[in-house]
């Protein structure tokens, strides 16, 4: 509490902070069999299947209503699909408890939804001590570290209310992180954020897709799909209508909806 | 003059209140305050149950906490307290004895338990729904997930509805009296009505009186403030800030990563 009245700047130790960069991540390798998703009787997303290798980044994009964030609910089933398979290193997890294929695929969300009433730090740890278990002095050092990693270990008493946009963003990625997870999930997550916060966030998450973590991103940052994605996903009415490696679906789009779409949002 | 005399004989004689004063403190506040707590106390946990049953998925259990709150809440006190009171008066004489103080404690009991039950389900639906998923998405079960975030979240939100019913059980425990209370157990209302039938003056009654404002009053201003407080959130002032302080706190954390701006290409 008392470190709200110090002054923001990192000032001690700058070269302690470097080292969140070294983390090295195992990502998983995801794949999606003709999954179906639906809000009550309509299918939002219809007979979609996508290959995601390990380590890769793969961006979608597409136009509001498209069912990219319904899509990428259901990879964790916190939207449960009406039929297909989703499997994880070969793995169907559709038999499984949907938590345990939770803790396995990290998300971030555009509203952050951090907890309000727990410090950074509790954010991060929270889910370590009371999911997997761990005491409460090791689940606090590993969100410590993630904390880091994020460049907000100067911040770890903060609750999210005196946090900015991009901070608390930055913390929503340290707490999925935390979880150790072999996939991550990000819906819009720079959506909600100021302008000049954007560019810290994806960073962070280009140094993840650097470090050989697999992400799903649904994301209306061109630059970044461009830069960062192996594969990009462009979706409309619930169905793929494109997939490629960047360059291609950039410059050379096959169909006329891409062609439009990116006129756009270019 | 004689009017204005005559009124203050009949509510402010100072020996009678005076006279009452002990009673009131000795037993009359005491055992107030022992009902009222002990109905809060079994009420909260109570109305606790009652708001889990009624956010459940299954419409039996939720169709059960509505009756229940239903009933409770639109009965007047005095027919609860009278029904529970003199119906189980048989069941009670046998746990706790013949005084008719825990059945009134329990009826009191049952009717804050309706309300807290809605002041707890309606605090804990306020919350964002993006909590739940927050919690899903790092693995949380359901129950987990409520018992760890979202239900202490709705609860601080509620607590200045908390301490509303608090007052109002203050209020409600001198229905009491209607059980027929033993000497030692009356409560304010009945200490000081007994005082003003033996004196054939309104005095007494008007000294319990500012006894049950002395203890309502300081309430009621103790949630507007925490409900202010709560309000404006405990965020303190501080110095506005460039978000570009922000952007070289990032980088200078990282400053081994790549950023998009210059990196060309996936890595």
């Known amino acids: 509490m008392q470190k709200t009245m110090t002054q923001p700047a990192n000032t001690a130790e700058p070269a302690e902070k470097k080292t969140g960069n070294a983390a090295e991540y195992k990502g998983g390798e995801l794949e999606l069999r003709d999954i179906f998703l639906a809000h009550g009787d309509i299918d939002v997303v219809k007979n979609m299947s996508l290959k995601v290798a390990a380590g890769t980044t793969t961006c979608v994009i597409g136009p509001s209503g498209s069912g990219k964030s319904t899509l990428l609910r259901g990879i964790n089933r916190l939207h449960e699909p009406r039929r297909g398979d989703i499997l994880l290193d070969g793995r169907s997890v559709l038999r499984d408890k949907p938590e345990s294929l939770r803790l396995r695929i990290g998300m971030v969300f555009q509203q952050f939804n951090l907890f309000p009433d727990h410090t950074a730090l509790e954010n991060v740890a929270l889910a370590p001590q009371h999911v997997k278990r761990m005491p409460k002095g090791r689940a606090r050092e590993i969100a410590r570290a993630r904390l880091c990693e994020v460049g907000l270990d100067s911040r770890s008493d903060h609750r999210p209310r005196d946090l900015s946009g991009g901070q608390q963003q930055r913390v929503a990625i340290a707490r999925a992180l935390a979880m150790d997870p072999e996939v991550m999930l990000f819906d819009e997550a720079t959506s909600a954020l100021d302008p000049e916060l954007v560019n810290g966030v994806l960073e962070l998450m280009a140094g993840l897709a650097g470090g050989g973590m697999t992400m799903v991103v649904v994301t209306h940052e061109m630059g970044f799909a461009r830069k960062v994605a192996d594969q990009v996903v462009f979706m409309d009415e619930g169905e793929v209508v494109e997939v490629g490696p960047p360059e291609v679906l950039f410059e050379t789009p096959r169909t006329d909806r891409l062609s439009r779409f990116l006129s756009e949002v270019l | 003059m004689d009017n204005l005399e005559l009124l203050r004989q009949t509510f402010l004689d100072g020996q009678a209140m005076l006279d009452v004063l002990p009673q009131l403190l000795g037993t009359g506040l005491k055992n ?133 019913q608090f007052i109002s059980i203050i209020k409600d425990s001198s229905l009491v009296y209607f059980l027929g209370l033993l000497t030692a157990e009356r409560e304010l209302f009945r200490v000081g009505q007994d005082a003003a039938v033996n004196t054939g003056n309104l005095s007494p009654l008007v000294m319990a009186g500012i006894f049950y404002l002395i203890i309502t009053v300081p309430l009621t201003h103790v949630v507007n403030h925490v409900d202010n407080k709560y309000r404006t959130g405990r965020r303190r002032p501080t110095a506005p800030r460039s978000g570009l302080d922000e952007v070289s706190e990032l980088s200078s954390a990282r400053d081994t990563t790549p950023a998009i701006r210059t990196s060309t290409g996936a890595q």
């Open chain 2, 32 to 164: 107030t305050l022992i009902i009222s707590i002990w109905a809060t106390v079994i009420g909260t946990i109570l109305g606790m149950i009652l708001a889990i049953a009624g956010i459940s998925r299954s419409w039996f259990i939720r169709g059960l906490a509505r009756i229940y709150t239903d009933i409770f809440r639109g009965l007047p006190a005095i027919v609860t307290i009278l029904l529970v009171g003199q119906g189980l008066a048989r069941v009670s004489r046998d746990l706790f004895g013949a005084s008719p103080y825990p059945l009134g404690i329990f009826a009191l009991s049952l009717i804050a338990s309706a309300y807290i039950g809605e002041i707890f389900r309606s605090g804990i639906q306020s919350v964002d729904k993006g909590q739940l998923e927050a919690c899903k998405a790092l693995g949380m079960s359901y129950p987990r997930a409520m018992a760890l975030v979202v239900v202490p979240q709705g609860i601080r939100r509620v607590l200045p509805a908390l301490v509303n």
